[in-house]
């Protein structure tokens, strides 16, 4: 069974890069109906904190990709750890190490970075065991030849033995380092495939000496190549937001971010939308692009405006959570699913879900001192088109036509939009249809642009629509 897991230090936010390694994890297991893990890498209590932790764990539930088992902690498993160095000690595999902080000191001024040889001091000593130094732990790394792996992204990775020292285990507080925890965690939890950043490569030899040492089963590694910016260079705050919760808060949805990450470093055939289902349909962790990945921020949008045509309505309104709609729900289904089709063939976010949404259901406003909902009827737009050549025959044309909405009676959209039209057109005479039309739009809905106007009335309803008439008529009399 494939058993992968992710691994997340809690020292900050989850970062878009870490879930889409997140999601292939998640999807190499889940299509191989294996497990996959959730690891919270906790050792560093210098730089974690709680809320990064909650952070990770909000990230999780809000994209869905559920993990099985409980979350393992590592900062829970200290004993464990100590437990295996003493069996690293017990076979001579591992030794206590007394060098003081003060010849560490030295040696790395002396030799610049190799300090290979130094560090071994302890490694086979016979001699006087310093009595005011408390030692750490290291392991015996091999003395030469070559540490490999063959990597499922990147081939055959190799690095000399001479390259890596003999690391520590535990430090000299008793507390366990990185690759150390690292590997037992992945050994214990029966990890087969590991998938991670390529910036681990250079653990990866650290990791299989470990491995080595105590006997465990090496899993298969497939190190993914970094998503960069379209400069080719590392991802940073000033090329969009990097935080995963942040695409929450702009209304992206979980299943586009997944989407956009999934494309960035994967590709089956042309095709760019994927749901869940379709991912694990088509997902090779050995396909996964070998060179990094560059970013496109805009192609995001256009997959959540994607996403968001293909939810239906009630899941749309449970998103977007705004009492009106769900009123208007209980009211009409079909003036609610009109309003939801028009809104959105039009918007990228939940956030321009909810605006448009709100655009509509608000009466616009004189003027919005209160901080209302309603948009401010759009005044250059009122002077353009309110001139003293055509100001008396639009307000007289928009009274005439709310009192025609009195015995006008129409089933759909369409059947509004006819109506509109008609009015407009028998008005030629008098002033152009499509002035006429702009007029009723600032009443309406007070701006240019937006929803169909026959859509607009059939979703308000005649007597919603006239009570806007008459007070955008009050406000042409006082600007
Ligand atoms: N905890 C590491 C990180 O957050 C990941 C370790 C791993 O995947 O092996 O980058």
């Given at each position: 069974m494939i058993?992968?897991?992710?691994?997340?230090?809690?020292?900050?936010?989850?970062?878009?890069?870490?879930?889409?390694?997140?999601?292939?994890?998640?999807?190499?297991?889940?299509?191989?109906k294996g497990k996959f893990l959730l690891r919270i890498e906790d050792t560093d209590t210098r730089r974690n904190t709680q809320e990064a932790l909650q952070g990770i764990l909000?990230?999780?539930?809000?994209?869905g990709l559920e993990y099985d088992e409980p979350v393992w902690y590592q900062s829970q498993r200290l004993e464990i750890y100590q437990e295996y160095a003493k069996k690293l000690l017990d076979s001579k595999k591992a030794y206590f190490c007394y060098l003081s902080p003060d010849e560490l000191q030295a040696m790395r001024e002396e030799r610049s970075g190799n300090h290979t040889e130094l560090t071994r001091k302890y490694r086979d000593y016979t001699g006087e065991i310093p009595a005011d130094v408390k030692p750490c732990v290291r392991i015996k790394a091999p003395l030469q030849g070559e540490i490999s792996f063959v990597d499922g992204i990147k081939g055959k990775i190799s690095f000399a033995a001479s390259e890596i020292n003999d690391f520590v285990i535990l430090r000299n507080d008793g507390t366990p380092t990185y690759n150390f925890v690292v590997a037992i965690d992945d050994a214990l939890s029966n990890i087969t495939d590991l998938l991670r950043g390529d910036d681990h490569i250079s653990n990866t030899p650290k990791q299989l000496i470990i491995y080595e040492a105590l006997g465990f089963a090496i899993p298969r590694f497939y190190h993914i190549p970094m998503i960069c910016n379209e400069k080719g260079q590392k991802l940073s705050k000033r090329d969009g937001a990097l935080s995963v919760l942040e695409y929450k808060r702009a209304g992206i949805l979980p299943e586009a971010l997944l989407n956009f990450l999934f494309r960035l470093g994967y590709s089956d055939g042309d095709k760019e939308i994927f749901s869940l289902q379709e991912m694990l349909e088509c997902f090779y962790p050995e396909k996964i692009n070998s060179k990094a990945s560059a970013c496109n921020f805009s192609k995001l949008y256009w997959l959540n405006s994607e996403h968001i045509k293909t939810l239906d309505e009630q899941t749309l309104a449970a998103l977007l959570n705004l009492s009106e709609l769900h009123e208007l729900m209980r009211d009409s289904k079909e003036r609610a699913s009109v309003l939801l089709c028009e809104v959105k063939t039009r918007v990228n976010t939940l956030c321009d879900f909810q605006k448009g949404i709100i655009e509509i259901l608000y009466a616009p406003l004189a003027s919005n001192l209160n901080q209302e909902k309603g948009a401010v009827y759009d005044e250059?737009?009122?002077?353009?088109?309110?001139?003293?050549?055509?100001?008396?025959?639009?307000?007289?044309?928009?009274?005439?036509?709310?009192?025609?909405?009195?015995?006008?009676?129409?089933?759909?959209?369409?059947?509004?939009?006819?109506?509109?039209?008609?009015?407009?057109?028998r008005l030629e005479s008098k002033i152009k249809p499509s002035l006429f039309m702009q007029s009723l739009r600032l009443a309406l809905l007070g701006k240019k642009g937006g929803i169909d106007l026959g859509a607009c009335i059939f979703i308000l309803g005649n007597v919603a629509v006239q009570k806007r008439i008459e007070s955008f008529l009050l406000y042409c009399r006082n600007v």
């Open positions: 058993v992968t897991r992710f691994a997340p230090s809690p020292t900050g936010h989850l970062h878009i890069g870490g879930l889409r390694t997140a999601l292939y994890s998640y999807l190499h297991a889940r299509a191989k909000e990230a999780f539930e809000w994209v250059s737009m009122f002077h353009k088109l309110f001139t003293a050549q055509h100001a008396t025959t639009l307000v007289d044309s928009l009274k005439d036509f709310s009192k025609h909405l009195e015995s006008f009676c129409g089933d759909n959209a369409q059947a509004y939009k006819t109506f509109i039209h008609d009015f407009s057109q």
